[in-house]
């Protein structure tokens, strides 16, 4: 089988394979971190570490450029945990297996971590080059990016000395972002009482599973199905009718992705197990006519399971499934301002049940903060309807559009002399970090650019091979062409 390393540009494809090599999921990217730093002092490069634990690399100018603007090459050093549940993998101790597939790179049964592991070689690839041309390097790598944005929250003013920074977390080439959406957790926490299972009961578990999942701010607007929303559904339709006591409800496994999977442990009378196969089967019908284009490995299933000692009391698993039902999630608006871009939209990401709660973990984005404010509000207002309590937190803000970017128009023009096309700018509704660097430094010049990643949070997740050949020329133009101070 073909390394990765011997694709093209060949620099930045070995790092890559390093970073796949060395486990960094959120959170526990500190040996990732660490393994970079003694790389760069080992070159006589300039390492810090901040107060919250972000790694910065400094590279003087090469000969001639010493008066340019100083770049600041940005990505976070962490990648998002998730696998198909047939995969045997431990993202805490093993590497990702990457490999080739045709025009792509993907990797066997996981994320593959491109994002951001593609900017993230990119900049480290800068500084391993003696042959490019480009004024002082800055290269900041921040920690637990997808988890919470706790390096960006904690950058303080004075680290950086750049003028221009250059995010490398966009996923689409011939795309140069200006903006993108801010966001906020939401957690719904519903108490719940149980009683004791009452007699004659079965047990059976329900799993929907397959689905494709991805990124709850890239692919929230391809209509992809949300297990959690779903099983919700078949709960307020049947759960009555059959006379359905839940035990447990789970799903999803992060805030900010699509949730591939969802779980439920029912009880029910024993004379109802057959219309409760036939209704599920009548359910797995209606979904694969209604997300056939998206959802083609869509699973639906039945299984017998441990009888539990007690059920949700009825009143608060009536309370508990119309609140899911109920709850607004996808796309909620679409932006004005810019066509084709959704402005706001909340990713019911996470379902988990305890003893005496349950909790409802969302994330809502949006380009505006009112759109975002509207949307906690309707959680509010739901909420207040079901005896729930909403807590919100981890808040940051979007990266407001600056038209007059000077970055951009040399991104843009660069663009243009390199390929003979003349890119889309765009504002994204992922959250990029872009918009708390505004916080301790309101006068950078920011712009951000990437190769084409599909799925990106999802088993699926693979990143175009040409695109990244591609993105490394553009921003390696770009460093050429940056203006003097």
Known sequence: ???????????????????????????????????????????DLETQLDQVGNLIIRK????GFEKRKGVILQAHLDMVPQKNSDTDHDF?????????????VTAEGTTLGADNGIGMASALAVLEADDLEHGPIEVLLTIDEEAGMTGAFGLEAG???GDILINTDSEEEGE????????????????VARDALPEGMATVEIALTGLKGGHSGCDIHLGRGNANKLLARFLFGHGEELGLRLSELRGGSLRNAIPREAWMTVSLPQANLAQLEQRIGDYRAILENELAAVEPGLSLTMSSAQAPAQVFAAADQQ??????????????RMSDEFDGVVETSLNMGVVTTEADKVEVLCLIRSTIDSGR?????????LAQLSGAELGLSGAYPGWKPDAASPVMQVVRETYQQKFGALPNIMVIHAGLECGLFKKPYPNLDMVSIGPTIR?????????????VEKYWQLLTEVLKAVPNR
């Open 1 to 43: 089988m073909q390394p990765i390393s011997s694709l093209s540009p060949q620099p930045l494809w070995r790092w890559f394979e390093t970073i796949c090599s060395i486990p960094h999921p959120s959170k526990q990217e500190i040996a990732l971190r660490d393994h970079i730093q003694a790389w760069a002092q080992s070159r």
């Open 60 to 63: 003087p100018a090469t000969a």
């Open 92 to 104: 805490g101790s093993d590497p990702i297996r990457a490999y080739i597939d045709g025009d792509w």
């Open 159 to 161: 680290v950086l000395t």
């Open 176 to 191: 140069v972002y200006m903006g993108c959406a801010g966001g906020v957790d939401a957690a719904l926490t519903l108490a």
């Open 319 to 332: 309370k508990l499934v119309a609140l899911m039902h109920s709850a607004p999630n996808g796309v909620i």
């Open 373 to 381: 404010e509207m949307v906690e509000n309707m959680l509010s207002a």
């Open 455 to 467: 799925f990106p949070h999802s088993p699926d997740e693979k990143v175009e091979i040409a695109t």
